[in-house]
């Protein structure tokens, strides 16, 4: 007798209490569950440490305690396997990137449509991050030309994406890779979710997230925010 995988479990954080209704209305008509709600991030770090959601969403402006913190309190929490979905009014790159350096998995903006939003959390749920082309051009503009123009000044800033190793020669070397995750690499560099990485390479997504965890390990990376500006910086894009 097969059992049926149990549905995704979601944190609603948002100081809005008819944000969260919606939300909570979108998302449970697609067959996810709400466990919990708060209104800032220190209650969505006590929420998230009793509730063990596998995906928060979470609001950036917010009284007390904001949200890009409670990020940063859930990711740093080591029992939790929980991601953050950021969602909120204001698309400003400093929230996009205080957030991404959190370690947020993904960036919405709260005008997208519902379905955008269960997308979200089923990417995230899934182990991936919510890049879309736009935002991945973003991260791109703001991380790889520092990168390249000043190096040592962007190291010593608190960044996600791991220095380059020592014994690369060549920015389009990247060490102890396969040539199969070197291919991996670059399609995540294109902000391709691991099924598109399957289609484009003809083998199982199973086997695609396998590469992934291998690359981000070998990396250094801690998610693939981290992997598609490694990808970029490293011409392999």
Do not use: W
């Not at 913190?69 to 080591?78: F, H, L, Q, Y």
């Not at 736009?134 to 791109?140: A, F, G, L």
């Not at 083998?203 to 997230?209: F, H, Q, R, S, W």
Request: proline share 5%; hydrophobic share 50%.
């Amino acid at each position: 007798m097969s059992i049926d995988a149990a549905p995704l479990r979601v944190l609603l954080v948002d100081d809005h209490a008819v944000v969260r209704t919606g939300f909570r209305m979108i998302l449970e008509a697609a067959g996810i569950e709400v466990v919990g709600e708060a209104a800032n991030g220190a209650d969505a770090a006590a929420a998230a440490s009793a509730l063990r959601p596998d995906v928060v969403c979470m609001d950036v402006q917010m009284p007390g305690v904001d949200g890009i913190e409670g990020t940063r309190r859930i990711v740093a929490d080591d029992t939790l396997d929980t991601a953050v979905v950021i969602v909120t009014t204001f698309d400003r790159d400093d929230y996009l990137f205080q957030a991404l350096q959190a370690g947020a998995s993904g960036f919405l903006l709260k005008n997208a449509d519902p379905d955008d939003l269960v997308t979200a959390v089923r990417v995230a749920a899934a182990g991936d991050a919510l890049l879309a082309p736009e935002v991945t051009r973003r991260v791109i503009a703001r991380f790889a030309p520092a990168a390249e123009a000043a190096p040592a000044a962007v190291e010593s800033e608190p960044s996600r994406e791991p220095s380059p190793p020592s014994t690369s020669t060549s920015p389009h070397v990247v060490p102890d890779l396969t040539e199969r995750e070197r291919e991996v690499l670059a399609l995540v560099g294109q902000a391709l979710s691991n099924a598109e990485i399957a289609q484009r390479l003809y083998i199982g997504e199973a086997t695609v997230k396998t590469h992934v965890s291998n690359v981000l390990q070998k990396l250094g990376a801690r998610d693939r925010v981290a992997a598609v500006v490694y990808a970029h910086r490293h011409g392999l894009v």
